[in-house]
């Protein structure tokens, strides 16, 4: 399997904490990008990070990637109760017909008032 | 609002009765995609359009097939479902086939099997 491993699997903190996820990966990429789920819904993407960069930052977000290590890490500074969700990076590999996701296994992030 | 929309949003069948997923979106999206997502686990990509053409992924079982009458609507088809397919089903969207689009992805379908 091509998917992608994250760490931790779960991970509870309290309101106004970062939180920090971890993604490794395994093929060579174009680009890696993060997206949030909540509960039973759809995925939103949050941010895309190019494989020639080093970091990125949106908002409150925060991307690395480290394509030696094949690992990317998304931090959320200042976490609100609202973060809660899972959160899951996904390597990308165009086909020519599609961009197609490979997704991580995910980190369910509870923030707690 | 541009958006993919699910329908229904909860589905339940009986075992070995088929069923239909819907899809539609108004972004004009040229490419779009299903995904199935088991409990706890990532979504997993079943198959793609291209405009009109369909791509299967090589692992994607036979009971599962897709229609795209147009460029707004796509249909997942289950012929014959068993207990293992229940799961929340995604049907997203990306502009084209640039690595560096995002996708869109509608609120799922969660299919219950009985």
């Known amino acids: 399997s091509q998917q992608g491993e994250e760490d931790p699997q779960a991970l509870s903190i309290q309101e106004g904490e970062n939180a920090t996820m971890n993604c490794s990966y395994k093929t060579s990429i174009n680009n890696l990008q993060w997206y949030r789920q909540n509960s039973g819904r759809g995925l939103v993407h949050l941010i895309l990070i190019r494989s020639n960069e080093r970091e990125k930052h949106s908002g409150r977000l925060r991307v690395t990637l480290d394509t030696s290590k094949k690992s990317s890490s998304l931090l959320i500074t200042a976490s609100r109760a609202a973060d809660t969700a899972s959160y899951f990076c996904?390597?990308?590999?165009?086909?020519?017909?599609?961009?197609?996701?490979?997704f991580g296994t995910g980190t369910r992030l509870q923030v707690t008032l | 609002d541009a958006m993919v929309i699910q329908n229904p949003r909860y589905q339940v069948t009986q075992f070995g009765k088929p069923v239909t997923l819907s899809c539609s979106q108004t972004l004009n999206h040229n490419v779009m995609y299903w995904y199935q997502q088991k409990s706890s686990q990532a979504p997993k990509l079943l198959f793609h359009y291209y405009d009109k053409d369909f791509n299967n992924e090589a692992d994607t079982p036979d009971n599962f097939q897709s229609r795209r009458p147009n460029t707004s609507f796509c249909f997942l088809d289950i012929r014959s479902p068993g207990l293992g397919d229940a799961a929340m089903y995604l049907c997203?969207?990306?502009?084209?086939?640039?690595?560096?689009?995002?996708?869109?992805f509608g609120p799922g379908t969660r299919l219950t099997v009985l």
């Open positions: 997203a969207t990306s502009m084209d086939s640039s690595s560096y689009n995002e996708q869109f």
């Open positions: 996904a390597t990308v590999f165009s086909t020519g017909t599609a961009s197609k996701l490979t």
